[in-house]
């Protein structure tokens, strides 16, 4: 019996009618002979709701607590899920993460998958059920409280189930159709891909194109899952979506081939602080020891032995960062004169393969971006991707220029 994995994200389940609409899609494929594994999400704007309660309780929540409140939203949507294929006459039964289990580690609201033990769904499964719900986002820790697995997990319980269940297919279930060169919502020529690498959608997702979660397309890689996004809202067959696969299974490739946003960027510039071995250490450790994930890095030229340094990180390590930086400042660790921090920024990234083997990306980009008038405030670059922090007000228009320059409405 060949099994789909089939996820669902918060707006195709928004109601009871979204809900049978996606009920109807596994009804289509189970018609077609396939057991089901649905993922569902929580009702938008749910989790928000659940984690805004949290904070309003606290902003310096027990993380246990914040999991065993925001991962709710999903089992609420896990049982309608089943009764209403079950009404639709389908042998169907919801499972919570703890019941699958999906297990974890500790690390409350950014908890890692370890394992997935098939026995008990396969069990059902060969009892005649042929729709298992599960919950997306939750899993169980090693001391057995429940755990979730950082926004938009729904995406990762997906892969990680289809991964261990050897699923014939994993299909995501979101609101547009198809993974496009960049955010739709924000570029009116963003073009939908017919299919896109691995390594290009994992940069995408990091960058900011919440699409798809970042861990989903890791998992996704490691464990060739053969991922594809797709719209809820369509029959199945009218749109084939967009397939995520290997490098290799692409033909045609340009050089850039998407450009990702992010509004959720924090720059902090330390003022004059000592250029000598071992401070950029002693910076970056302290961060790194408060749980800081830094992106990009700039360092000044040094003047008199002194040097501004900037770098940014997500807005909510915000505070976390400026912690960090002045408990180093006041145990005399590091001296600097000033810590100025910004976050009317926005980074936005172009990500292509095709800029392994191609110069002058970097040029095209800057260029585009002074011919709009746009100041660029920080640069970061990989293998595959340039990213800039520029003003957040020019963050749209930065989009749809450099999507007009490297002219990824035509295809090719
Ligand atoms: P879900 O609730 O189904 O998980 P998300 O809101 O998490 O859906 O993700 C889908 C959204 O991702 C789209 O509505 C779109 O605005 C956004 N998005 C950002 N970048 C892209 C892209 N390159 N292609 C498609 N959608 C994108
Ligand atoms: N409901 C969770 C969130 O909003 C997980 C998900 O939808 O993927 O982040
Ligand atoms: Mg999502």
Redesign the pocket.
Known sequence: MSLLVM??????VANIDRIRNAALRVGEEVARGHDVIVIV?AM?GKTNELAGMVEEISPLHDAREYDAVVSSGETVTAGLMALILQEMDIPARSWQGWQVPLLTSSAHSAARISEIPTENINAKFSEGMKVAVVAGFQGLSPEGRITTIGR?G??TTAVAFAAAFNAERCD?????D?????????CEK?R?LDKIAFEEMLE?ASL??????TRSVELAMRYNVRLR?LS?FETAGKTAG?LVCAEEEIMESSIVN????SRDEAKLTLVSVADRPGIAATIFGALSDAGVTVDMIVQNISEEGRTDLTFSCPTSELARARNALDGIRADGRLNFHDLITDTDVAKISAVGIGMRSQSGVAAQMFRTLSNEGINIKVISTSEIKISVLIEKKYMELAVQALHDSFELDSAG
């Open positions: 996820k669902f994200g918060g707006t195709s999400s938008a938009g729904s995406d995501i279930h979101t609101d547009v198809g993974i496009y060169t960049t955010d739709p919502r924000i963003a939908k995408l900011g194109a919440k699409v798809l979660q996004v809820s967009t998407g450009i990702a946003h």
